[in-house]
């Protein structure tokens, strides 16, 4: 097996838009983040990146460093500051920003959700209320009209398992909220909004390629001995990964989903790509009296690689999951791949080793077209606020090892045949359960 790959892959990195932007006073995570307790160590997204104004420069660094991609969201909060009321200013924002990134030789994949909620939307119960999915359409037909042109390739919604459990489930986002039934019907709004805006898109750009970013966290019995271990680990699969991909394949809700949502009815295709977020993967041990966390409750083993935020360093999980995906028999985008790692000892090794799985499972068939790393630089990573350091830079846009041998892979498409070893870690933190993200 080589370690080239195919030709005309995207190679790039992955951001979203409050996370880099800055000033995002428009949405509801800047009201959220403004209350003591909601963000480790009080961090606040306040200026980010200063991205909204950089955007530039920032994409000049990128071409150096070989990618030729750019993953990126728009602010919905920005664009649609009010209900109905749209800013020609903002969307004239954006047009430049697209047209930077074409400039600097950077195809761009636009996301059109990414967590953020306008205040306006968030005060009329947001994904809750039946309204939801039609209001978002009307937003992203009035971006494809206006930015239609400016990129090829769309995600509707990034990572609706993830916004479900920690903003309606565990309430650890705005709004707060702990209720299954609430979180349940979150999720079906979400589908339907991937399905309306799918339909606004090709409605306006029929040669568009639309896809939905999914979070696939692997879940495995602790003890493959244990029944209930494998039972549990099957429950989680199907409700955080399998339940979307169904929906999306079916164009319809599944039972789960139906029990909180009426009117779960789609197109039977409604992507043209899919996309992966891959992190790693979570054991799980049966524990009845874990109601909240569906009976089970997530092992970290000792000795087990484990990235600054604990969660497990498991590059067999990328392949797994490629494998998996590899039967819709659709393209593959890897849309986010990444480690939290302040000292950048692990993001070395961490890149290639799931490089290499990504690429073993191109020789096995899987149509993968392109990675995105997350991210190019640290940012502000909604509840861990500035303490989790996923970036091949850092904030000052002072450049990793990581980042540099990222690009020399970019540059060349192929991997290294051997990476240094990593740097003497510092004293690890007491464990933390890992949370989806």
């Known amino acids: ?12 990195t992955a951001t979203a838009a409050h996370q880099v932007e800055g000033d995002n006073r428009l949405n509801d995570w800047w009201a959220w983040e403004q209350v003591p307790g909601h963000i480790r160590n009080g961090d606040r997204s306040g200026d980010a990146n200063d991205h909204y104004r950089r955007f530039d420069a920032d994409f000049a660094l990128l071409e150096q460093l070989g990618q030729n991609a750019h993953r990126l969201s728009l602010e919905w909060s920005r664009i649609e500051p009010g209900p109905g009321q749209f800013s020609a200013e903002a969307i004239a924002h954006y047009r430049q920003v697209l047209a930077s990134l074409r400039a600097h030789g950077l195809e761009p994949m636009v996301t059109l959700h990414h967590f953020t909620n306008p205040v306006w939307f968030a005060q009329q119960a947001a994904w809750e209320s039946p309204d939801a999915p039609a209001q978002f359409a ?46 349940g019907r979150v999720l079906g709004n979400l589908i339907r909004g991937h399905w309306l805006a799918f339909e606004q898109i090709k409605a306006r750009a029929p040669h568009s390629q639309v896809g939905l970013a999914h979070h696939v966290r692997l879940f495995d019995p602790d003890r493959w001995w244990a029944p209930f271990d494998r039972l549990a680990a099957v429950v989680y699969n199907r409700l955080f990964n399998l339940g979307v991909l169904r929906a999306l394949e079916t164009g319809r809700l599944t039972w789960f989903q139906r029990r909180f949502i009426s009117g779960g009815q789609g197109p039977r295709r409604s992507q043209d790509f899919l996309g992966l977020n891959y992190y790693t993967r979570d054991r799980l041990r049966f524990s009845p009296r874990n109601r909240a966390e569906f009976f089970a409750t997530r092992v ?20 797994r999951t490629l494998r998996g995906f590899a039967e819709a028999r659709l393209p593959i985008y890897v849309t ?19 490089l290499r799985a990504v ?79």
């Open 1 to 12: 097996m080589t370690d080239q790959f195919p030709q005309g892959f995207l190679w790039g």
């Open 138 to 183: 009307r937003y992203v037909g009035r971006v494809v009209d206006e930015l239609g042109d400016a990129a090829r390739f769309w995600i509707t919604i990034n990572e609706p398992t993830v916004f479900a459990y920690q903003s309606y489930l565990k309430g650890d986002w705005p709004p707060g909220y702990r209720s299954l039934t609430a979180a």
């Open 300 to 319: 970290i083993p000792a000795g087990v690689p484990r990235s600054d935020l604990g969660w497990e360093i498991y590059p067999e999980g990328m392949y």
């Open 336 to 354: 986010e791949n990444g480690v939290a790692d302040a000292d950048d000892h692990l993001r070395p090794a961490y890149l290639v080793d799931h």
């Open 359 to 437: 690429r073993r499972a191109i020789t096995e068939g899987a149509q993968v077209r392109g990675y995105f790393h997350w991210t190019c630089f640290d940012n502000f990573e909604w509840g861990e606020g500035y303490a989790a350091k996923f970036g091949l830079m850092d904030r000052d846009r002072r450049i990793r090892p990581s980042g540099r041998l990222y690009a020399e892979i970019c540059q060349t498409g192929s991997l290294p045949a051997s990476v240094p070893p990593p740097t003497a870690p510092p004293e690890p933190e007491p464990p933390r359960a890992p949370e989806l993200r």
